[in-house]
């Protein structure tokens, strides 16, 4: 024990004395490690917001979107769902406990006061808080005597909130929408911006059967509908008796695209896992290329250390020191340099992460295995590339070394 202590003495007194080596090393492995650190906490962050998004759209919980590219290709419409698709899933899916529709118009002109902002506006049944698990933090939410009674009235999205009131409290405001009068009764909970960008704040919810008749002027198609189940665990059986719901009721030929998209948590999972994709694999690449180069960095400069500390290695051969003890010298010099290269690159792939979730809003989460596979991958290059100058060292002839 005592012996190997002693060596690892040496091995830190070699990497502090051959500065300049340490620093090359060093660095090469920490811009490896950097790499694999990010790629590691971007694909942890795109499967953890994966499954935030799938909570927040509700594992037990479906979509249906008006129109398909499909459909669109061979010429169908784009708006095919209609309320009254919405009366019959009522009535033909038992395990559904709630089945809300939404119609949507972008680019809406909404003022207040001198304050003017363009947003999208939403129209949905008084279910529309639950059908997204959005809680509605400040007044009440729309209730069905609203919707029946087609009242100007609306939910508005904390982004908006701010564009329009600022600090003043919104709830019983009036707001003007397209000229029409609109009463804020509620504040939607803050939900940030989707992997792709959108400002999900930045929306007003109303009433579906106002937004359609004064602002639509449509009596009949909507643009989704947004399903909740019971048992979440007959998720995909569901959505197939949806599709073969709607399908029927639309008239779809047999080998025709459907006239509908069905969206589903696996399909959220799906999307964000494939948006990370390419950083991932881009990150992949440049970590696999700069941890190969970082190795062969080492290698040749403890080759030419060993060339340097020829004599020294004699002398130690020649006082009783036995090639096991100049190979572990060596081997615990570059496993020393690339364990400390290992956290340099674990804090340097921290702060490029950190980078990237504020500049792109990038998903990232660190969490130990990104730690743990850098300094695994650290030590595997220590001991991969250090290997060879080790035995070339702890090959050396005592008399041949001192002569040299």
């Known amino acids: 024990m005592h012996r190997i202590f002693k060596i690892a003495g040496q091995s830190f007194d070699a990497v502090q004395a051959f500065k300049l080596r340490t620093i090359f090393c060093l660095l090469s492995v920490a811009l490896g490690i950097a790499a694999i650190t990010v790629i590691v906490a971007a694909t942890e962050g795109a499967y953890k917001k994966a499954f935030d998004m799938v909570e927040r759209f509700g594992p037990d919980a479906l979509l249906v979107i008006s129109g398909s590219e499909e459909a669109r290709a061979v010429g169908q419409r784009d708006k095919t769902l209609t309320l009254d698709d919405v009366r019959a899933l009522q009535e033909a899916l038992s395990g559904a406990y709630l089945i809300a529709p939404m119609t ?22 008084s279910d529309y808080s639950n059908a997204w698990s959005w809680p509605v933090v400040e007044g009440s939410d729309i209730s069905p005597e609203d919707v029946k009674a087609l009242r100007n009235v609306g939910l508005i999205g904390t982004h908006l909130a701010l564009e329009l009131f600022g600090e003043i409290e919104p709830v019983g405001k009036h707001i003007l929408v397209n000229s029409i009068p609109v009463e ?92 990370t994709g390419s950083l991932v694999v ?50 615990g010099e570059a496993v020393i340099i690339t364990t400390l290269g290992g956290m340099a690159g674990f804090v340097l792939g921290f702060l490029t992460a950190q980078l990237l979730t504020r500049v792109a809003e990038f998903p990232m989460h660190f969490s130990w295995k990104a730690f743990t596979l850098g300094l695994l991958l650290s030590w595997l290059i220590g001991i991969a590339f250090g290997m060879q100058p080790a035995a ?13």
Not at 108 to 125: D, E, F, H, L, P
Not at 197 to 214: A, C, E, F, Q, Y
């Open 184 to 275: 804020i009764v509620g504040v939607l909970a803050s939900r940030g911006t989707t992997p792709t960008g959108s400002n999900l704040d930045d929306r007003l919810i109303m009433p579906i059967s106002t937004v359609m008749k004064k602002m639509q002027n449509e009596a009949k198609y909507i643009s989704a509908i947004k399903l909740r189940f019971v048992d979440q665990s007959r998720i995909n059986g569901y959505e197939e008796e949806v599709k073969s719901f709607l399908r029927q009721r639309h008239r779809v030929p047999k080998g025709e695209p459907d006239d509908f998209r069905v969206i589903s948590p696996k399909e959220i999972i799906k999307f964000l896992v494939a948006l």
């Open 282 to 331: 881009f990150l992949g690449v440049v970590g696999v290329i700069s941890l190969i180069v970082a190795g062969f960095v080492l290698a040749n400069l403890f080759l030419l250390s060993v060339k340097e500390r020829t004599k020294e290695i004699g002398i130690r051969r020649s006082v009783g020191a036995r090639r096991r003890d100049i190979l572990m010298q060596f081997l």
């Open 104 to 125: 949507s118009i972008g680019d809406v002109t909404v003022s207040y006061r001198n304050q003017k902002y363009q947003t999208r506006v939403i129209g949905s049944s």
């Open 392 to 404: 070339r060292a702890a090959n050396l002839k005592p008399i041949e070394a001192i002569r040299g």
